[in-house]
């Protein structure tokens, strides 16, 4: 069975780091593309980033370009998302998701995790 | 920021036919594949429908998807208690290079 867990949220100050993790098992991670998407309570999830299934392609939403980085490490079979110069905005829970192939490019999130918490508050 | 635009709510009693649109852009649904997720209160999306109009295994043939156009819509037949749920479609955008969702659509069986 597929499984995808979070961590590493949490409650942090503006401006502040933080950096999350996802854990993958029951599938060969390093043949399919992973992504994070995050989604406030009571609306529509949002896409954050991409990256393909080597790390060689990577893409990001603008909201995040430039302050959010998306990595990987296939001998561990994780995903990860650092997030650095946090904003109130990008409080949100966070979601890692399977891409249905080794690209990101134009495919589906299945199965997605059960997300972590991330709020922004001073 | 959605870019795909849905209503926001639908209905039906048991039994019935409801069906949500998706309308995008020429960028988005026009050029690519159009994905629908369920979202069941309190858990996480769940893939209901991929390129289109394929069901994932284990999901019923009462949904259908289809796309005409810059427009999608996911039709629900024979409506059930349990397919009470938020739904949103997706799409791979050419011009922004990433993901964009719909605002979203709830479902309530009367």
């Known amino acids: 069975e597929v499984q995808l867990v979070e961590s590493g949220g949490g409650l942090v100050q503006p401006g502040r780091s933080l950096r999350l993790s996802c854990a993958a098992s029951g599938f060969t991670f390093d043949d399919y593309a992973m992504h994070w998407v995050r989604q406030t309570p009571g609306k529509g999830p949002e896409w954050v980033s991409g990256?393909?299934?080597?790390?060689?392609?990577?893409v990001y939403a603008d909201s995040v370009k430039g302050r959010f980085t998306i990595s990987r490490d296939n001998a561990k079979n994780a995903l990860y998302l650092q997030m650095n110069s946090l904003r109130a905005e990008d409080t949100a829970l966070y979601y890692c998701?399977?891409?249905?192939?080794?690209?990101?490019?134009?495919?589906?999130?299945?199965?997605w995790g059960q997300g972590t918490l991330v709020t922004v508050s001073s | 920021q959605s870019v795909l635009t849905q209503p926001p709510s639908a209905s039906g009693t048991p039994g019935q036919r409801v069906t949500i649109s998706c309308s995008g852009s020429?960028?988005?649904?026009?050029?690519?594949?159009v994905y629908w997720y369920q979202q069941l209160p309190g858990t996480a999306p769940k893939l209901l429908m991929y390129?289109?109009?394929q069901r994932p295994s284990g999901v019923p043939d009462r949904f259908s998807g289809s796309k005409s156009g810059t427009s999608a819509s996911l039709a629900i037949s024979g409506l059930r208690a349990e397919d009470e749920a938020d739904y949103y479609c997706?799409?791979?955008?050419?011009?922004?290079?990433?993901?964009?969702f719909g605002t979203g659509t709830k479902v309530t069986v009367l």
């Open positions: 997706a799409a791979w955008d050419d011009s922004l290079s990433g993901y964009v």
């Open positions: 998701a399977k891409g249905a192939y080794s690209n990101y490019e134009d495919n589906w999130f299945d199965p």
């Open positions: 020429s960028s988005n649904i026009g050029s690519n594949y």
């Open positions: 990256i393909s299934w080597n790390g060689g392609s990577i």
């Open positions: 390129r289109n109009n």
